[in-house]
């Protein structure tokens, strides 16, 4: 009798708690809380679409452009203000604004999803910017002077260091604001150089000015291919001192060195090189036309056609949607050997375009 009267207290109590329940899901106030919970949920989801969606978009590279069109753009249209320097200036002020105004704007600096989660594209921003100060600093140093005495161009003298700029700053100020100030220098000496009224703004194609340029050039190629080579690791022979017998260094070194990129940097430095040659590429064409009488006479047209096709092999498209790291001959392809390969063999086109400028 125990036993039973104990079973039906126990079952009263189930039921209790069962009907308890079914109000409680009823209950306008835990529906208000669901759907609340349901509402926060879907946006999360929404939010992260978005971001997912946004980041494929910004993650593109721009497409080229074609440097003469561009000129003339800039020019309204007008074939006679395209003097000398004008395409070179104007490609310059070209690769400046598609950094700045390209899909997503500048993200190297972004702070916020998801161009913070981005690395891509980031890396080749700082590729592009690195050939714009070195072009904007032979503007203001060579290309604009006569000669080592002459008087430095007031625009590109305030141009050069703007785009020297912190990359990462985000906040007082901006990199986006002092980047565009180094635009609008640039611009005002574009005007000045186009205007036969304003002498004053020059520039020179001349043979030891383009020498001195592919220098430079030549000393960013030979990194991006160092590294890019590391991406397997290589023991390389130190040839630090070589060539110089009485050559010293601050600190001594190894005969042999172990040199390789690190596995996370890989892709850092892919497309840091895709950002880089994408900007060379530009400002070699623009050199084609207006050096054209200097390459002309020093026989030099192939070599910088040569130069050409090597960058616009290193920027064909890439069908992987990540940068692989295969071994050498390994079953699996590295996309870094491939991209040293077209550098390496643009770097020797500009040696040996050099070495012509350097001939009488």
């Known amino acids: 009798m125990n036993r039973i ?92 604004d598609t950094l700045l105004d390209k899909p997503g704007g500048y993200l190297s600096n972004d702070v916020t999803p998801p161009s913070i989660f981005l690395d891509n594209i980031p890396n080749w921003e700082f590729g592009v910017i690195l050939q714009i100060r070195d072009f904007s600093r ?108 009485a050559a010293t260094q601050s600190t001594n070194t190894s005969a042999n060195l172990y040199v390789k990129t690190p596995w996370m940097e890989i892709d850092d430095v892919f497309y840091e090189s895709r950002g880089s040659t994408w900007a060379l590429l530009h400002l070699m064409k623009a050199i084609e036309i207006d050096f054209e009488q200097v390459l002309a006479k020093k026989n030099a047209r192939a070599s910088l056609k040569h130069i050409i096709r090597e960058l616009e092999g290193a920027q064909e498209s890439l069908f992987s949607p990540v940068i692989l790291n295969g071994s050498g001959f390994g079953l699996v392809a590295n996309h870094s050997l491939v991209m040293a390969s077209y550098i390496s063999r643009a770097n020797a086109a500009v040696i040996d375009l050099r070495n012509l400028l350097e001939q009488g």
Do not use: C
């Open 138 to 245: 032979a503007l203001r140093n060579d290309f604009s002077r006569s000669q080592s005495q002459s008087k430095e161009d007031n625009d590109l003298m305030k141009a050069e260091p703007l785009f020297n700029f912190d990359t990462y700053s985000w906040m007082f100020p901006p990199t986006e604001r002092e980047y565009r100030k180094g635009v609008q220098f640039l611009q005002g000496y574009l005007q000045r150089l186009t205007d036969p009224e304003q002498p004053e703004a020059q520039f020179y194609a001349r043979a030891d000015n383009l020498r001195d340029w592919l220098h430079v050039v030549e000393k960013r190629l030979g990194s991006l291919s160092q590294r890019l080579s590391a991406s397997v690791g290589q023991e390389r022979v130190n040839t630090d001192l070589a060539g110089d017998s």
């Open 5 to 96: 009267t104990e079973l039906g207290r126990r079952m009263g109590q189930g039921l209790q708690k069962l009907t308890l329940k079914v109000i409680n899901l009823y209950h306008p106030q835990t529906w208000k809380e669901k759907g609340l919970m349901w509402s926060a949920g879907l946006l999360l989801v929404t939010l992260i679409i978005i971001g997912i969606v946004l980041a494929m978009i910004w993650s593109r590279e721009p497409e080229p452009f074609d440097v003469r069109a561009n000129a003339l753009e800039m020019l309204n249209g007008d074939e006679t203000r395209v003097v000398t320097g004008a395409t070179t200036v104007t490609t310059t002020i070209r690769l400046a």
